[in-house]
């Protein structure tokens, strides 16, 4: 059954309408909608990089005739996990050996509905401060495996966006480009 955003507005007046609040009647529709989809097979449509990324790794997809959601089979022995300190609309997608391969949000409000999902790749370039608690402190330009271990470090600048730190990122670059040539496609280097 298709999602129907008329039918969820008239059960957010009819409750706004009985309880006097406005505010009661968008937050049950929207939190009902929430529950409805986290427990369910479905997914979004909206998948990043590709759809095709995402089948490549076993998931498969129904169409529904929802615009947002599709209903969907993950790979064998994954799951979706809370997101630790996340809101409730973000979901992690968690493979078989336990690794966040990606995560999704879906928002079921009938008046603002989306959703989207996305894998992410097994390496990164990124910055890390010398001083976590200092945004102002000297900058390490790393590459780090998707467990957040530093495998690379190119090294030190004053701030990010600069010169300086562009000549380390192109270093970083270099290091993946010669050690994990395709370290940008989402589907490779996790086995």
Known sequence: MSYDSQLEGMKALAIAMSSGNASEGLETVQNAEQSRVRN???????MRPSQAAFEALGF???????SVLFEATLPEGWST???????ILWKNLVDNKGRVRGN???????YDRYGHMSLSCRYNLTYQHTDPNN???????VVIDADGSVMFNAGQCKKAYSEECDKLVEKAEEYLNSNYPEWEDATKYWE
Not at 104 to 110: D, H, I, P, T
Not at 135 to 141: A, D
């Open 60 to 66: 498969t997809f129904t169409d529904i005739g929802d």
């Open 40 to 46: 369910s097979s479905k997914l979004p449509r909206d």
């Open 135 to 141: 945004y102002k402190s000297p900058i390490n330009v």
């Open 81 to 87: 996990q809370e997101t630790p300190g996340s809101s």
């Open 104 to 110: 999704y949000c879906y928002k079921g409000a009938f």
